[in-house]
């Protein structure tokens, strides 16, 4: 009777197994690098370039991509948690994070396809639209400047606060005259409603604002910003991003933890790709390359046609 027993229990064990495989093998077999369906999660401060990216990527190929806009460290969480295999992140992963997935047997692939900047913003009524960058450290650290009344962030875990956290040298942002939100939107409505205030967000949400924001981003300056270096003032444009003249950059990266020929392999090189990058060319972003564009020479014949 025992042996019965032990018997229909590891029977049971091996159905549930093979049952189980069957279905997750069903799954990746549903899906390639061309179609099916996923979930990316992606940076909230990029979610702009992202969103177009999938939309075109979407109407080319017989594929569904749910995106799910989170802050950086929720991003991360989840993809060490395992809730998502395919994330959009503005940084490369760190020698310690790659470590934690190949503890766990996973590689992940990683597709860097853009360029993108951490711009400041500042109230319309401000007649000054140039600001240093060792002023807002220094501000940070506790140190008071009469041009800046209050620095507004979107959300203390977002990759924004964690940029400017790593500039200045703190683990967190300090309480005093230090505002945060939950989105760049919020941020930018912040500022434009409020004079002295210098909100920090990425600059992929002012060059591509959605409907509702066009009015409230005309009542705001994008600020020039003066490096550590001390050499000029400059704003987060496609061509100081290319000559490496703004100070404040970040690169944009596609993070794929599936293991198999799936959609995150068919969207990184997608956006790696012509068409991927044009897009980003198109949205005010430096693309990870360069376009290349080609050229059709009409040769035209004088007076008429005649030689």
């Not at 027993?5 to 091996?14: A, E, G």
């Not at 591509?208 to 020039?224: F, W």
């Amino acid at each position: 009777m025992l042996f019965k027993v032990k018997y229909l229990f590891l029977f049971s064990i091996c159905f549930l197994f093979v049952n189980c495989k069957q279905k997750d093998d069903a799954k990746t077999n549903d899906e390639t690098i061309l179609k099916g369906t996923t979930t990316i999660f992606a940076d909230e401060t990029i979610t702009p370039i992202v969103e177009d990216e999938i939309m075109v990527f979407e109407s080319k190929y017989d594929a569904k991509i749910n995106l799910i806009s989170k802050s950086e460290s929720e991003v991360l969480n989840s993809l060490f948690d395992k809730k998502v295999k395919i994330a959009v992140l503005s940084r490369d992963l760190t020698k310690k994070e790659l470590n934690i997935f190949e503890q766990r047997k996973i590689f992940p692939k990683i597709t860097k396809f853009a360029t993108d900047a951490i711009a400041f913003v500042s109230n319309k009524n401000s007649k000054d639209t140039l600001i240093a960058l060792k002023d807002v450290i220094g501000f940070m650290k506790g140190e008071r400047n009469s041009s800046i009344k209050g620095l507004v962030f979107d959300n203390p875990n977002s990759s924004t606060v964690n940029y400017m956290n790593n500039l200045v040298g703190i683990s967190k942002l300090p309480e005093n005259d230090i505002f945060s939100f939950k989105t760049n939107n919020e941020v930018i409505k912040f500022v434009s409603e409020n004079d002295g205030m210098i909100g920090i967000v990425g600059v992929n949400w002012l060059s591509q604002p959605n409907a509702s924001m066009s009015e409230i981003i005309k009542k705001t300056n994008v600020l020039s910003i003066q490096g550590l270096n001390g050499k000029g003032f400059y704003g987060p444009t496609q061509n100081n991003l290319a000559e490496g003249t703004y100070p404040l950059v970040r690169d944009l990266y596609v993070v794929n933890c599936q293991g198999y020929s799936g959609l995150g392999m068919g969207f990184a090189s997608f956006v790696a790709g012509d068409i991927g990058q044009r897009i980003v060319l198109k949205s005010g972003l430096l693309p990870a390359q360069i376009p290349t564009r080609k050229l059709n020479i009409i040769r035209g014949q004088a007076n008429g046609g005649k030689k």
